[in-house]
């Protein structure tokens, strides 16, 4: 949609302001820019300078916000054998999603694929600014960083795996759920899509998917290098060694 990035996107940044003023809380999600359209030339460091501060989640994927971000980097990890995630660390994460925080977002949750979900958030401050979905307990998702990985699923087709993924994250954060518990549901219902070819049809209820986490559904092993991280067994999510403290890279 053409008008989203031209002009720097202003016409984005607007519109996300009067949603803004009205109480609400905003999340934004991305789409891979052809390179060679009009889009792909568009520069979206400056697009992302504008938007971000009314954007209070911000779900893109890896190689969306690489391409975005630092396109020199993402060009020569494409270039490389493998997917882009396994050439990143744990501190490639965290710089690019305090980076993202640095221009002006609450949450910056960023999709990996097959290798599940990171989880970077903001301060207290920038939390309680989220609107009328902010978190209940905003103290207990202040300044986070959790990687989960995904569950382990027969895979049928993967048309629509982020966009199920972000909705188990909102659905969690509209329940007033901890971090812990809204990246189990983000990946659980990411995987519970990929078990069907179709988008929707593998979705069942919140409840039925929050019993089949309940029953010990098991996850696929990291294969990611997080030096420094610890596994937490009762929430099955990795722990990054800046959870908890507040860096802002702009």
């Known amino acids: 949609m053409k008008r989203m990035y031209a002009d720097g996107g202003t016409e984005l940044a607007g519109m996300l302001h009067e949603v803004k003023r009205m109480g609400l809380t905003t999340s934004l999600d991305m789409a891979m820019p052809d390179p060679a359209s009009e889009a792909g030339r568009a520069d979206w460091i400056a697009i992302l300078e504008q938007v971000l501060p009314r954007v209070d989640v911000f779900m893109p994927s890896m190689e969306e916000i690489l391409y975005m971000l630092d396109r020199p980097f993402y060009e020569r990890l494409v270039s490389a054998k493998g997917d882009i995630a396994e050439h990143l660390d744990g501190e490639d994460l965290r710089a690019l999603a305090d980076r993202m925080i640095g221009m002006g977002a609450a949450i910056v949750a960023v999709k990996l694929g097959e290798h599940g979900l990171y989880l970077r958030t903001a301060g207290e401050c920038r939390l309680r600014s989220m609107g009328s979905c902010a978190p209940e307990n905003v103290g207990a998702w202040a300044g986070r960083e959790l990687l989960a990985t995904c569950y382990q699923v027969e895979v049928a087709g993967t048309t629509g795996a982020g966009d199920c993924t972000i909705a188990g ?82």
Do not use: H, Y
């Not at 518990?181 to 659980?188: F, L």
């Not at 209820?205 to 029953?215: F, G, H, N, P, T």
């Open 169 to 250: 994250f909102l659905a969690g954060l509209l329940k007033g759920l901890s971090p812990e518990s809204v990246m189990r549901a983000a990946v659980a219902v990411g995987a519970c899509n990929v078990e069907r070819q179709d988008a929707v049809s593998g979705i069942p209820s919140w409840e039925a998917v929050q019993r089949r986490i309940e029953a010990g559904w098991p996850k696929r092993a990291n294969r990611l290098r997080l030096d420094g991280w610890r596994l937490d067994p009762d929430a099955e999510l990795w722990v990054g060694p800046n959870d908890g403290k507040i860096t802002v890279t702009v």
